[in-house]
């Protein structure tokens, strides 16, 4: 039921930091785990962050240190600060909703996807 949608890609030089930005269609105090999500050519999608309801933070190893993500419920809106960018984090990347339902197990919710490109 959910829509998600991301913005705040595009191209970063090395070193550089880049805040990318989800807006759920939905009140995000109503979803278990709001999270992001990467994939880069040749590789497959991996975690980056995500944030429960509650406030607990989970980072991917390859970010941990150098990223936040946050949430403004009054926004319906989740955020990723990402910092001292590489190119390795260039990626397609992705906003996560998922809700535990007892019946169905966990629904998860993909949004279209952002371009982070990270490049002198």
């Known amino acids: 039921q959910v829509q998600l949608v991301e913005s705040g890609g595009g191209l970063v030089q090395p070193g550089g930091s880049l805040r990318l930005s989800c807006v759920a269609s939905i009140s995000i105090s109503n979803i278990d785990f709001m999270g992001w999500y990467r994939q880069a050519p040749g590789r497959q999608r991996e975690l980056v962050a995500t944030i429960s309801n509650g406030g607990a933070v989970n980072y991917g190893d390859p970010v941990k240190g150098r990223c936040t993500i946050t949430r403004d419920n009054a926004k319906n809106t989740v955020y990723l600060q990402m910092n001292n960018m590489t190119p390795e984090d260039t990626a397609i990347y992705y906003c996560?909703?998922?809700?535990?339902?007892?019946?169905?197990?966990?629904?998860?919710?993909w949004g279209q996807g952002t371009q982070v490109t990270v490049s002198s």
């Open positions: 996560n909703a998922a809700r535990g339902d007892i019946e169905l197990g966990m629904v998860r919710t």
